[in-house]
T-cell receptor
Framework: GNSVTQMEGPVTLSEEAFLTINCTYT??????LFWYVQYPGEGLQLLLK?????DKGSNKGFEATYRKETTSFHLEKGSVQVSDSAVYFC????????????FGQGTTLQVKP | ETGVTQTPRHLVMGMTNKKSLKCEQH?????MYWYKQSAKKPLELMFV???????ENNSVPSRFSPECPNSSHLFLHLHTLQPEDSALYLC???????????????FGNGTRLTVT
């Protein structure tokens, strides 16, 4: 079945450090890929998305490129801030009419001043 | 204001209680979802409703009973829960049932449920 695997956290970085959170997926066909972010005490918010191979999603300084050959969608940011501390979820959409998203287990990012 | 409002934010209930979680979306969406978020586990899809019709029940125990009276409101009725049901329950909506292109999920802030 379809699945998403993320690197285990927590990831702890100093402010202005470079961030990479790895995400790989297993799916039939060509799903759309998403990164969601969850700040403390809140629900998930869409951070960025990519709908086909080689697409690059970007938002708020974060980027991720849909790599079909490596089935990956790694999240990157050149310079993190304390306010980026949150849980990040990689997800794929199944190609069906039910609107089903498959999520990874989430990666906690802690950014220290 | 997320556009998806969940109440209550926190709920503590005994195993013999009956309670309900409420979700309301103000986005004009036609699909609504219940997810369960437990510590150190991936989000688990529980139920999907499209245009008020249930289109997915992801093998959820019958002690969880969803209700979708219209496209804007979704309930999760709870009875005789177990301590392992303690989790954050998230409601989400999307414009229609297909999220593949341009219609991501919009989440509420969740209800933190503790079963004692």
């Amino acid at each position: 079945g379809n699945s998403v695997t993320q690197m285990e956290g927590p990831v702890t970085l100093s402010e202005e450090a470079f961030l990479t959170i790895n995400c790989t997926y297993t799916a039939t066909g060509y799903p759309s890929l998403f990164w969601y972010v969850q700040y403390p005490g809140e629900g998930l918010q869409l951070l960025l998305k990519a709908t086909k191979a080689d697409d690059k999603g970007s938002n708020k300084g974060f980027e991720a490129t849909y790599r079909k050959e490596t089935t990956s969608f790694h999240l990157e940011k050149g310079s993190v801030q304390v306010s980026d501390s949150a849980v990040y979820f990689c997800a794929l959409s199944e190609l069906s009419n039910t609107g089903k998203l498959i999520f990874g287990q989430g990666t906690t990012l802690q950014v220290k001043p | 204001e997320t556009g998806v409002t969940q109440t209550p934010r926190h709920l503590v209930m005994g195993m013999t209680n009956k309670k309900s979680l409420k979700c309301e979306q103000h986005l004009g969406h036609n699909a609504m979802y219940w997810y369960k978020q437990s510590a150190k586990k991936p989000l688990e899809l529980m139920f999907v409703y499209n245009f008020k019709e249930q289109t997915e029940n992801n093998s959820v125990p019958s002690r969880f009973s969803p209700e979708c009276p219209n496209s804007s409101h979704l309930f999760l009725h709870l009875h005789t829960l177990q301590p392992e049901d303690s989790a954050l329950y998230l409601c989400a909506s999307s414009p229609k049932g297909v999220v593949g292109i341009g219609s991501p999920l919009h989440f509420g802030n969740g209800t933190r449920l503790t079963v004692t």
